[in-house]
């Protein structure tokens, strides 16, 4: 079973809005009660969701994606926010990560 972008560019949302909502989530816990009470509320949506992506597509490919677009997203922000250098192996396994996409879609 196929993939189609539409998806994959909702999991790239969520694993975005995902990592927002637990930073906020871990910032406001002690300070700000109304950003917590949102976060929150965000993270279950974006769990809800997930689990009618799980429920209607292949387990193995949907959490793969997640699992992966964490990685790369993480990666990113490491490598343009902090100025952290990859090297050829770390940036290799990026790659293979980003090639596992096509990959998995083909039947």
Known sequence: MQINIKKIILIIFLIILESISI????????????????????????LYILFFLFKKN??????????????????????????????NYQLIGLLMALLSIPLLNYN
């Open 23 to 46: 930073t906020l989530l871990k910032k406001s816990s002690v300070n700000n009660n109304k950003l917590y009470i949102i976060s929150l509320i965000i993270y279950i949506l974006i």
């Open 58 to 87: 292949p387990i193995s490919i949907i959490f793969t994606l997640w699992n992966m677009g964490t990685i790369i997203m993480v990666s990113l922000i490491g490598w343009f926010y902090y100025k952290q250098k990859l090297n």
